[in-house]
């Protein structure tokens, strides 16, 4: 049974550039949900898709956008790129009918420069 | 005021001894409160939920919840050297989101 699968594992970027994030979310789940986690900080909420639809979002700018598919799967897409997007991109997936016991990606490492 | 906030750490143990994790947390409506694992260049790994007030065990964990006092903690008995990880404590004010605290990193001395 796969996991919940993101892509890429690790990506740098320029400053300016714009970035596509990718998750698929495990077997069973038709909720995603993404976070970003800077070095020694707690995971962010940026927003959660469910029936392709955004459902709630957390205190992030309009550069930070998403889409999720039918299948279930889902993009993160950051614009007009900062050193300070610099972070741990973490997808969560869940079944909707479960509440919120995530289970986590193992993440995208951002790297801006 | 931070929505959740965790003592700060690090926690430094020996082996075989118990590490007491604690959380506060601001907004009084959370129904559901969550402990993650995450080890050093890893994501974070689901160990316990509590959703009523009292304790919940699981094998060498125990989770405690007061609503009253918006408090959670997380208890480690026995602890091992591959406890040794950053523990965060995530609370649900809606059925939509988490919150989480920055993590306070355990270290079992063997």
């Known amino acids: 049974d796969a996991g919940v699968t993101q892509s890429p594992t690790h990506l740098i970027k320029t400053r300016g550039q714009q970035v596509t994030l990718r998750c698929s979310p495990k077997s069973g789940h038709d909720t995603v949900s993404w976070y970003q986690q800077a070095l020694g900080q707690g995971p962010q909420f940026i927003f959660q898709?469910?029936?392709?639809?955004?459902?709630q979002r957390g205190n992030f700018p309009d550069r930070f956008s998403g889409h999720q598919f039918p299948n279930y799967s889902s993009e993160l897409n950051v614009n007009a790129l900062l050193l300070g997007d610099s972070a741990l991109y973490l997808c969560?997936?869940?079944?909707?009918?479960?509440?919120?016991?995530?289970?986590f990606g193992s993440g995208t490492r951002l790297t801006v420069v | 005021q931070k929505e959740v906030e965790q003592n700060s750490g690090p926690l430094s143990v020996p082996e075989g001894a118990i590490a007491s994790l604690n959380c506060t947390y601001s907004?009084?409506?959370?129904?559901?409160f969550f402990w993650y694992r995450q080890y050093s260049g890893k994501s974070p790994e689901l160990i316990m939920s509590i959703y009523s007030n009292g304790d919940k065990e699981d094998g060498r964990f125990t989770a405690q919840l007061n609503k009253a006092s918006q408090y959670v903690s997380l208890l480690i008995r026995d602890s091992q050297p591959s406890d040794s990880a950053t523990y965060l404590c995530a609370v649900a004010p809606n059925d939509y989101k988490l919150s989480f605290g920055a993590g306070t990193t355990v270290t079992v001395r063997a």
């Open positions: 969560a997936s869940s079944y909707s009918g479960q509440g919120l016991g995530y289970t």
């Open positions: 907004d009084r409506v959370s129904q559901s």
């Open positions: 898709y469910y029936e392709e639809e955004e459902r």
